[in-house]
């Protein structure tokens, strides 16, 4: 498991400062960081920075040297690669 210590945590009704976001595949709970034994887990540390669900963005017209209009299969895995660096986990193209 791995657990993404000092950052600002945003929920759906606050953020949350001194708590620890602990995950594998999924978010499994949020705890006290002083909860967290560092052996237990692979500790990343966000060095409070905000640790938020991704984005999607739902207006592009394309990123990183590409466009929707190119009709590619590798133009859109380039657009998809490039925008996940940024924080966007989807992007929905209207036809």
Known sequence: MKA????RIITEEEVL????LIFD????????EKEINKADYKIIDA???YVSPGF??????????????????EALQNISKTITKYGATAFYQLR
């Open 4 to 7: 993404i210590i000092n950052g």
């Open 17 to 20: 400062q001194g708590k620890a």
């Open 25 to 32: 595949e999924k978010i499994i709970d949020i705890v006290d």
């Open 47 to 49: 060095d409070g920075n």
């Open 56 to 73: 999607i963005d739902i207006h592009i017209h394309g990123a990183g040297g590409s466009d929707t209009m190119d009709a590619s299969y």
